[in-house]
Nanobody, 115 residues
């Protein structure tokens, strides 16, 4: 059974940094795409950053220049380096992976940006 486990969330002050990690287990294959979504209270889940199946990266406009996604293919792990965090980045961040139409989600890690 495939599991995605996020880590690295927490409380950080505005303009601070956090690094999220997502480790996959239970799979013997390399995911086509991996990335991060987030859901703030009262809002829909939205894409933050992801590697597409074509190998390119996509970012939400609101995080461009501040967040960076990276991936360790050998470990089926994806990271999200978040810099210059803003209060509006507060959300539960979810790891997502897909394999030929099969979608997998982690349980999420909470990021709170507050002074």
């Amino acid at each position: 059974q495939v599991r995605l486990v996020e880590s690295g969330g927490g409380l950080v002050q505005p303009e601070g940094s956090l690094r999220l990690s997502c480790a996959a287990s239970g799979s013997s294959f390399r995911f086509n795409g991996m990335g991060w979504y987030r859901q703030a209270p009262g809002k829909e889940r939205e894409l933050v950053a992801a590697f597409t199946s074509g190998g390119t990266t996509v970012y939400a406009e609101s995080v461009k220049g501040r967040f960076a996604i990276s991936r360790d293919n050998a470990q089926n792990t994806v990271y999200l380096q978040m810099n210059s965090l803003k209060p509006e980045d507060t959300a539960v961040y979810y790891c997502h992976a897909n394999y030929y139409g099969l979608n997998y989600w982690g349980k999420g890690t909470l990021v709170t940006v507050s002074s």
